[in-house]
Nanobody, 124 residues
Framework: QVQLVESGGGSVQAGGSLRLSCAAS????????MGWFRQAPGKEREGVAA???????TYADSVKGRFTISKDNAKNTLYLQMNNLKPEDTAMYYC??????????????????WGQGTQVTVSS
């Protein structure tokens, strides 16, 4: 079992930046593959970015060039640097992990472990 705790959300104006963190504890073998997901009210949860243990990354088209996912293995912490935020980025952001990597790293159903989420609100 692994526990994931997100932090770093908040309210910013369009064009601003935030950095989300996700601290993992417990059976960290289950953090071989990790990802960030978001869910806006009335919408389905969608993948934002994912990272594998070898450092390879995947991004949703909507965030490419603006968001950067990274992981500090020594600290068991996942990050999401979000720059040039837009109102459409407003959502609850969740981190997720799994012991196996999928050919669809942005698919929420591929992950077994989830954090409680952190809210990001971007105003225009």
């Amino acid at each position: 079992q692994v526990q994931l705790v997100e932090s770093g959300g908040g309210s910013v104006q369009a064009g601003g930046s935030l950095r989300l963190s996700c601290a993992a504890s417990g059976y960290t073998y289950s953090t071989i593959c990790m990802g960030w997901f978001r869910q806006a009210p009335g919408k389905e949860r969608e993948g934002v970015a994912a990272i594998e243990n070898d450092g390879s990354t995947t991004y949703a088209d909507s965030v490419k060039g603006r968001f950067t996912i990274s992981k500090d293995n020594a600290k068991n912490t996942l990050y999401l640097q979000m720059n040039n935020l837009k109102p459409e980025d407003t959502a609850m952001y969740y981190c997720a992990s799994d012991s196996m990597c999928s050919v669809q790293p942005l698919a929420p159903e591929m992950y077994n472990y989830w954090g409680q989420g952190t809210q990001v609100t971007v105003s225009s």
